[in-house]
């Protein structure tokens, strides 16, 4: 039996949406936004994903489909759209102002440097994840042609990534993508790598 065609879509500012873009966008992340933010995590990040102009928001996000249900996401901004991205979105957390906001605040620091690393027409692919039972299907494949497209429809001529150093297999994937290791982060002697830093040329 053929399977459904896969529709790929923008994202729409609503909650339900919301919790689906946090659950892909931690599990691309590896727990990182959940182990940050704690059990609220995914309400945190749904809120902020229906506000406009910042790195978490809707306007960033394209889902595939499949049926008419979410089957996986990408999301992915210009430099110029991160360098003008408010974090007033932290503000809608609940607590914002306890210790454990002030610690996610100086321990995501570094990290946003990172990403801030980007140069005019460099686009940052923040994410991209699908459900483990449609992986192998060529969803992966088509959330990819769709932000390779919508990077060169901004303008951008490079196409950035950040994947976890122990990630060998994010990493091979997005070789087989034409993506080549750029740097890594820390980039400092005998300090243990905990980013690297893969482009692409568009």
């Given at each position: 039996?053929?399977?459904?065609s896969?529709t790929l879509?923008a994202?729409?500012?609503?909650?339900d949406e919301?919790?689906?873009?946090a659950r892909?966008?931690?599990?691309?992340?590896e727990?990182?936004f959940?182990?940050m933010l704690?059990r609220?995590?995914?309400d945190i990040?749904?809120a902020a994903?229906?506000?406009?102009?910042?790195?978490?928001?809707?306007?960033?996000?394209?889902?595939?489909?499949?049926a008419e249900t979410i089957?996986?996401?990408v999301?992915?901004y210009?430099?110029?759209?991160?360098r003008?991205?408010?974090?007033?979105?932290?503000k809608?957390?609940?607590?914002w102002?306890?210790?454990?906001?002030?610690?996610i605040?100086?321990?995501?620091?570094?990290?946003r440097r990172?990403i801030?690393n980007?140069?005019?027409g460099?686009?940052y692919?923040q994410?991209?994840a699908i459900?483990?039972?449609?992986?192998?299907e060529g969803i992966?494949s088509?959330l990819?042609d769709a932000i390779?497209?919508?990077?060169?429809?901004?303008?951008?001529t490079r196409?950035c990534?950040?994947?976890?150093?122990?990630n060998?297999?994010?990493?091979r994937l997005y070789?087989r993508?034409?993506?080549r290791?750029?740097s890594?982060?820390?980039?400092?002697?005998f300090v243990p790598?905990?980013?690297i830093r893969?482009?692409?040329?568009?």
């Amino acid at each position: 039996m053929d399977r459904p065609s896969v529709t790929l879509r923008a994202a729409e500012p609503n909650l339900d949406e919301g919790l689906m873009y946090a659950r892909y966008l931690d599990e691309a992340a590896e727990g990182f936004f959940r182990s940050m933010l704690g059990r609220q995590a995914a309400d945190i990040i749904a809120a902020a994903y229906t506000q406009p102009d910042h790195d978490l928001s809707y306007q960033n996000v394209t889902f595939a489909e499949r049926a008419e249900t979410i089957v996986g996401m990408v999301s992915g901004y210009t430099a110029q759209q991160h360098r003008r991205s408010s974090t007033r979105f932290l503000k809608l957390a609940p607590g914002w102002r306890t210790l454990r906001m002030v610690r996610i605040a100086l321990w995501c620091a570094p990290f946003r440097r990172v990403i801030g690393n980007l140069a005019d027409g460099d686009f940052y692919l923040q994410a991209i994840a699908i459900d483990r039972d449609r992986r192998g299907e060529g969803i992966g494949s088509a959330l990819m042609d769709a932000i390779e497209e919508r990077a060169r429809a901004a303008g951008a001529t490079r196409l950035c990534l950040d994947v976890a150093a122990k990630n060998e297999g994010a990493r091979r994937l997005y070789e087989r993508r034409g993506m080549r290791v750029d740097s890594g982060w820390p980039n400092l002697p005998f300090v243990p790598r905990l980013l690297i830093r893969m482009t692409k040329s568009l």
